[in-house]
């Protein structure tokens, strides 16, 4: 998936991937990194043997600090092709299906905050930093601007959109913003024990629970209802048809844990 020379480094272990931001010396994403990161956030989305994805950025300082602005200077235009999922390649990948792990291990503000909110779960580092300084640079922070007031008070995320302000941690832990915080030297630690948990569950469900989400955030109560028992959801009509579902009710029945196939 990725080379020595590439900003995105990976590793993997099983079921699981490892994706790294690396690239000197703050992580900052340009176009063409963007473009790297969306290609091997497809092939994971694609590759039917991986079951979870972490994602962190290298070293301890930064986790990423968002759009390179010095690439900006160089004739990278804010609105230029960012590849496949847009800013990152993760928050507009279509049908991603699979629970993917933010492990934040420095200062992750702008797009790069955006970037672990389109994680399912964030882990943080003690020393972490949170930020959306759009604000002071004459622009807008769009994908927290969608997400956060759905997510957390609205009063807070207006205050954090509308400030631009740093905020720790413990403070984002406060909010919602991350689940769990960790010592530096076992944030990834934290993050694998998470991943090989999630990928000894059932990754039929997961694909089902994440299209659910989505298909019901902006919907009525019995209208989502109505899809999901209606079967009208793909990832519904595959679950309820599959394998794994009466292996679940077999392993019940017989008291032993389930083995799962995906199928």
């Not at 934290?190 to 994440?210: F, H, Q, T």
Request: proline letters at 4%; a negative charge.
């Amino acid at each position: 998936m990725s080379d020595q020379q590439s900003p995105i480094k990976t590793r993997r272990e099983g079921a699981i991937l490892e994706v790294t931001l690396d690239r000197p010396k703050a992580n900052a994403i340009d176009l063409a990194t963007s473009r790297i990161m969306g290609d091997v956030f497809a092939e994971f989305r694609d590759d039917d043997s991986l079951r979870v994805c972490i994602i962190t950025g290298a070293g301890e300082k930064f986790f990423c600090p968002g759009w390179d602005l010095k690439g900006a200077a160089g004739g990278d235009a804010v609105d230029g092709d960012y590849g496949l999922g847009g800013f990152g390649g993760l928050q507009e990948l279509r049908d991603l299906n699979k629970p993917v792990i933010a492990a934040v291990n420095g200062i992750a503000c702008g797009g790069g905050l955006e970037w672990a909110l389109s994680a399912d779960i964030i882990l943080a580092a003690e020393h972490a930093t949170f930020a959306l300084p759009e604000i002071r640079s004459g622009t807008i922070a769009d994908a927290a601007s969608i997400k956060l007031p759905k997510r957390i008070p609205y009063h807070i995320a207006m205050e954090l959109l509308l400030t631009g302000r740093w905020f720790d941690a413990e403070e984002a832990k406060t909010w919602g913003i991350v689940n769990h915080i960790h010592p530096s030297a076992g944030l990834l630690d934290a993050a694998w024990e998470m991943a090989r948990l999630l990928a000894s569950g059932p990754p039929l469900v997961y694909a089902a629970i994440k299209e659910v989400v989505r298909d019901a955030e902006d919907s009525k109560f019995q209208d989502a209802m109505n899809r999901v028992t209606g079967r009208h959801l793909r990832t519904i009509d595959v679950l309820y048809g599959s394998e794994d579902n009466l292996e679940g009710a077999k392993a019940f029945a017989e008291k032993r844990d389930p083995v799962w196939k995906g199928r």
